[in-house]
């Protein structure tokens, strides 16, 4: 069955699903490739209510290298928690394979860099790197006792990036441990 929402209501809530499905901030592109994949919302309205979302705090961004990185406020995660019900399964479950695969793809896209170095007679320096438009996006060195973990940490990252940045990021920005 072919889906199209109008409402106001349902198209903002198809917009907090996806970028709640990615689960890193993204761009406008990722959002508007994600739901004109399945035509089931016009462009013009997702620009019009992904700018109403901004306004109204239930969408966030930052701006990097003149590019917007949107991510969902606390507001705007309760909002799909509580209300996507409201959209069909069969099209949650569509804009979510979607998400999967344009976040790998966006991942994959991306230079991914995992590299490894001796530090000293018993240390091993790892640095991971996620390098989008020629800056880092993510930038991590460890310290690792041997050169076997070290090799392990960067096939592990190189294989599946995407997870690796999700996860760390998920971790920093998780306000339930501030006091």
């Known amino acids: ?5 109008d409402s106001k209501e349902d198209v903002k809530l198809i917009i907090l699903s996806v970028i709640n499905d990615f689960n890193i901030p993204i761009t406008n592109a990722m959002i508007v490739d994600t739901v004109l994949a399945h035509s089931f919302v016009e462009y013009i309205d ?8 901004t306004e109204t705090q239930m969408v966030t961004y930052y701006i990097e290298n003149e590019t ?18 409201k959209i069909p399964l069969t099209v949650r479950e569509r804009l979510f394979e979607t998400a999967k695969e344009n976040a790998k793809a966006f991942m994959n896209d991306e230079s991914v860099q995992a590299t490894y170095e001796k530090a000293n007679d018993f240390e091993y320096n790892v640095i991971l790197r996620i390098i989008e438009r020629g800056g880092d996006i993510f930038n991590l060195k460890l310290t690792v006792g041997t050169e076997s973990m070290a090799k392990a940490m960067c096939g592990r990252f190189k294989r599946d990036p995407q997870s690796f940045y ?14």
């Not at 909002?79 to 019900?85: E, G, L, Q, R």
């Open 1 to 5: 069955m072919d889906y199209h929402f």
């Open 46 to 53: 997702i620009m019009q209510y992904l700018h109403d979302l």
């Open 68 to 85: 917007r990185y949107y991510s969902l406020t606390p507001k705007g995660k309760d909002a799909v928690s509580f209300f996507s019900s």
């Open 166 to 179: 999700t996860n760390v990021f998920s971790m920093l920005i998780d306000s339930e441990g501030e006091n």
